[in-house]
Every structure is written in structure tokens, then in C-alpha cells.
């Protein structure tokens, strides 16, 4: 229901509304790409605010999904997209 809002509003402002998979967007360092043994893994860690990398050292906080979540959309992006 949410993509769907999103999505209309996205298309009535000619903003560009990229549907990506979002799986492991919380696992993934965004910083080297990898799934650490560190990195916040389950429902019961869903809670969890903050982490350190334990491949690359980077200190994660809310921001780690939303980079990573930009960067699947990236590619596409990239080469833009034409709304018309
Ligand atoms: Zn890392």
C-alpha cells in the first residue's frame, strides 16, 4: 500500500520512482559491500540502531539501509530515465 501512495504521488510530480530489492539493505556494509558477522542479522535484531563493520571498521547507524537502498536503485538511475 505504501509503494502504491509512493508511487502515485512519485508519478503526478514527475519525480522517478524505482521499485529495487531490498533484501540484506540491513546486513550490507554500505561502505564495503560485504555482509559481515557483525552486522545486525534477524527479527530480533531489527531494534538495533547501531554497529560497527567488523570487515571494513565503518560505524553504521540509520543511515546504512537508506545508502544501501540508493544504490540498488543506482544503476537505473544512472542512465536516466526518461518520464516522458
Ligand atoms: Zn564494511
Request: charged content about 20%.
Amino acid at each position: 500500500m505504501l509503494k502504491t501512495q509512493l508511487e502515485y504521488k512519485a508519478i503526478a510530480r514527475s519525480v522517478v520512482f524505482e521499485v529495487v530489492n531490498e533484501s540484506y539493505s540491513t546486513q550490507i556494509c554500505s561502505s564495503c559491500g560485504t555482509i559481515p558477522a557483525s552486522s545486525p542479522k534477524g527479527r530480533a535484531s531489527l531494534g538495533i540502531r547501531e554497529w560497527a563493520c567488523s570487515e571494513c571498521g565503518v560505524e553504521h547507524r540509520d543511515t546504512n539501509v537508506a545508502l544501501n537502498i540508493l544504490v540498488a536503485g543506482h544503476p537505473r538511475l544512472e542512465v536516466g530515465i526518461s518520464l516522458l
